[in-house]
């Protein structure tokens, strides 16, 4: 009883995520869009984050940011992408980099 309420509390806190899935987030500071944190995930395994200013030219260094670490990205293994609280636009140029 007491591991699956322990496990109940771990997947409310950190769930599960699909291991074949890069999840791409944006996590903004104070709201709306000011500043923020954006996680590239696969599965629970964070493979970067980077706090930035989300005005102004940041698409371009954002761009230029996941480009640099495409090798590390493509060697997670991810099958598919998913977005959360990412612009549609900059979704559609992520991925343009992301298939580069």
């Excluded at 950190?14 to 791409?24: A, E, G």
């Excluded at 923020?36 to 493979?47: A, K, P, S, Y």
């Amino acid at each position: 009883m007491k591991m699956g309420l322990m496990a109940s509390v771990k997947n409310l806190i950190q769930p599960k995520r699909d291991s074949r899935t890069l999840s791409i987030s944006i996590d903004e500071m104070p709201r709306p869009r000011d500043w923020g944190t954006m996680e590239l995930m696969v599965g629970n395994q964070i493979l970067l984050s980077r706090d930035m200013a989300l005005v102004g030219g940041s698409t371009e260094e954002l761009l230029g940011w996941i480009e640099g670490n495409l090798e590390k990205i493509r060697s997670s293994g991810y099958e598919r992408v998913e977005y959360a609280n990412v612009d549609v636009a900059l979704q559609e140029k992520i991925n343009q980099v992301l298939q580069s």
